[in-house]
């Protein structure tokens, strides 16, 4: 059975065991018939044309868990950002764990998704924002809306900063076979919040899983919601995440996705400005190896003006790696004023690794200051001879110039302890040596 159709079938079990007149139940219905017209994205869709699929297809994946798997803290407790304090929100295998996690409801929510859905004290958060950011056309966004069943509700209330960064982390034991994971997280920030969150999804077997993620944000006026990815998986894992963020008047929202692993990565980072004097940062770091693939496609729609964004990706690749940067800016004819920067500088290690980029600017207003630009190069071999003739053999030289290149963008990580350990992360992927335990 090719795995759209398993999807349809499994769609079926699923409303077994749903409430079937609750309105997101016609969410998830409409979201299916979606998905059943368009099916998977393949490279006939400019969207997707650097990026196949095809491979991922041909896996039979369970789609629900056949048993409950527990996992003991000191297996998977370098995961997790330990050094300091947090709110937890744990999976395994798609199922919640109560033991690994440290949710809230200590005047700001950080619990289940599963929850907001079917708890009327919910209701008026999940009618006012659950699939209203989220692009129904699209088709994997389509899919994981018609399962979607857990994952993380984050409600920061109007004027409160969550005290603690949230940690959601996503894992996958192998105990299930071949498994496809299809998390859905819903994140609100009222006026005047503040919030910190980091995102991981980790395999922690050699098998086939395939993550199908969706993330909706919401930052209202004033509020400011800083966002981390961290991805460094298994070569068998994929990861498709969908992350679409709506912004209303004066809000500051930072997103900076740390791609270092997995067989194959797409990250879709959609922003949506709804009022004046916003601000939009994106940044990305991607060291990758051997034959992975990790495709970031962004767009950040300026509706409305005296608005600012800020896109700066640095890719690193070596062996036979794949790197695709498709970025996009789209400025509203009301949109003057608009301060828009988008950057993706690249390195190919190897003559095998490949990068393919695309960034892309589509100006409808005429009192704007818009720039766009890449570069795709190798080592200064200048800088290299200067290293080595001060005694640093060709390796290590390689790593300090590759090193320098990607630090930069750790400058506006506001998590210490975050920026200390993705930094010794970027050292070990590039073997230079820090000065730290690793």
């Given at each position: 059975?090719?795995?759209?159709e398993k999807?349809?079938?499994?769609?079926m079990?699923?409303e077994?065991?749903?409430?079937?007149s609750s309105?997101?139940?016609?969410?998830?219905?409409?979201?299916?018939?979606?998905?059943?017209?368009k099916?998977f994205?393949?490279?006939?869709?400019?969207?997707?044309?650097?990026?196949?699929?095809?491979?991922?297809?041909?896996?039979?994946?369970?789609?629900?868990?056949?048993?409950?798997?527990?996992?003991?803290?000191?297996d998977?407790?370098?995961?997790?950002?330990?050094?300091?304090?947090?709110?937890?929100?744990?999976?395994?295998?798609?199922?919640y764990?109560?033991?690994?996690?440290?949710?809230?409801?200590?005047g700001?929510?950080?619990?289940?998704?599963?929850?907001a859905?079917?708890?009327?004290?919910?209701?008026?958060?999940?009618?006012?924002?659950?699939n209203?950011?989220?692009?129904?056309?699209?088709?994997?966004t389509?899919?994981?809306?018609?399962f979607?069943?857990?994952?993380?509700?984050i409600?920061?209330?109007?004027?409160?900063?969550?005290e603690?960064?949230?940690?959601?982390i996503?894992?996958s034991?192998?105990?299930?076979?071949?498994?496809?994971?299809?998390?859905?997280?819903?994140v609100?920030?009222?006026?005047n919040?503040?919030?910190?969150?980091?995102?991981r999804?980790?395999?922690l077997?050699?098998?086939?899983?395939?993550?199908?993620?969706?993330t909706?944000?919401?930052?209202?006026?004033?509020?400011?919601?800083?966002?981390?990815k961290?991805?460094?998986?298994?070569?068998?894992?994929?990861?498709?995440?969908?992350?679409?963020?709506?912004?209303?008047?004066?809000?500051?929202?930072k997103?900076?996705t740390?791609?270092?692993?997995?067989?194959?990565?797409?990250?879709?980072?959609?922003?949506y400005?709804?009022?004046?004097?916003?601000?939009?940062?994106?940044?990305?770091?991607?060291?990758?190896?051997?034959?992975?693939h990790?495709d970031?496609?962004?767009l950040?729609?300026?509706?409305q003006?005296?608005?600012?964004?800020?896109?700066?990706?640095k890719?690193i690749?070596?062996?036979?790696?794949?790197?695709?940067?498709?970025?996009?800016?789209?400025?509203?004819?009301?949109?003057?004023?608009?301060?828009?920067f988008?950057?993706?500088?690249?390195?190919?290690?190897?003559?095998?690794?490949?990068?393919?980029?695309?960034p892309?600017?589509?100006i409808f207003?005429?009192?704007?200051?818009?720039?766009?630009?890449?570069?795709?190069?190798?080592?200064d071999?200048?800088?290299?001879?200067y290293?080595?003739?001060?005694?640093?053999?060709?390796?290590?030289?390689?790593?300090?110039?590759?090193?320098?290149?990607?630090?930069?963008?750790?400058e506006?990580?506001?998590?210490?302890?975050?920026?200390?350990?993705?930094?010794?992360?970027i050292?070990?992927?590039?073997?230079?040596?820090?000065?730290?335990?690793?």
């Amino acid at each position: 059975m090719e795995l759209k159709e398993k999807m349809l079938s499994s769609f079926m079990v699923l409303e077994q065991e749903l409430d079937l007149s609750s309105p997101i139940h016609d969410i998830r219905s409409e979201s299916l018939k979606t998905f059943e017209a368009k099916g998977f994205p393949t490279n006939k869709l400019e969207a997707w044309k650097y990026t196949s699929l095809a491979k991922l297809l041909k896996n039979d994946y369970s789609i629900f868990p056949k048993k409950e798997t527990t996992l003991e803290l000191k297996d998977v407790k370098k995961y997790f950002l330990y050094e300091i304090d947090s709110y937890k929100v744990v999976f395994i295998d798609g199922v919640y764990s109560p033991f690994l996690s440290d949710t809230t409801h200590d005047g700001i929510d950080v619990c289940l998704l599963s929850a907001a859905l079917s708890k009327p004290k919910y209701k008026t958060v999940i009618d006012k924002y659950f699939n209203q950011v989220a692009d129904k056309e699209e088709n994997l966004t389509a899919l994981n809306t018609s399962f979607a069943k857990e994952g993380a509700y984050i409600y920061i209330p109007k004027s409160v900063v969550a005290e603690k960064p949230i940690q959601i982390i996503h894992f996958s034991t192998g105990e299930q076979g071949d498994f496809m994971l299809q998390p859905r997280s819903l994140v609100v920030a009222e006026e005047n919040a503040q919030v910190q969150i980091i995102e991981r999804h980790q395999s922690l077997a050699e098998h086939a899983v395939w993550t199908n993620a969706v993330t909706e944000i919401f930052a209202d006026k004033n509020a400011i919601v800083d966002y981390y990815k961290i991805q460094n998986d298994r070569h068998d894992a994929s990861l498709v995440d969908n992350t679409y963020i709506s912004q209303q008047d004066s809000s500051n929202v930072k997103v900076h996705t740390f791609s270092f692993g997995g067989k194959l990565t797409r990250n879709n980072l959609n922003f949506y400005q709804k009022g004046e004097h916003i601000d939009s940062t994106m940044k990305g770091i991607t060291i990758i190896e051997d034959q992975q693939h990790v495709d970031h496609y962004t767009l950040v729609n300026h509706e409305q003006p005296n608005c600012e964004s800020h896109q700066d990706y640095k890719g690193i690749y070596s062996d036979k790696a794949v790197g695709v940067f498709n970025g996009k800016i789209y400025v509203d004819q009301i949109a003057q004023k608009t301060n828009a920067f988008q950057q993706n500088n690249n390195i190919l290690l190897d003559d095998k690794a490949t990068i393919n980029t695309k960034p892309q600017l589509e100006i409808f207003a005429d009192d704007v200051k818009c720039s766009h630009g890449c570069t795709i190069g190798q080592l200064d071999e200048d800088a290299l001879f200067y290293l080595r003739t001060r005694g640093i053999p060709k390796k290590e030289a390689k790593g300090l110039l590759t090193y320098a290149f990607a630090n930069n963008v750790l400058e506006s990580v506001a998590i210490p302890a975050l920026k200390t350990r993705i930094n010794k992360l970027i050292a070990m992927k590039l073997g230079v040596e820090i000065g730290h335990d690793l």
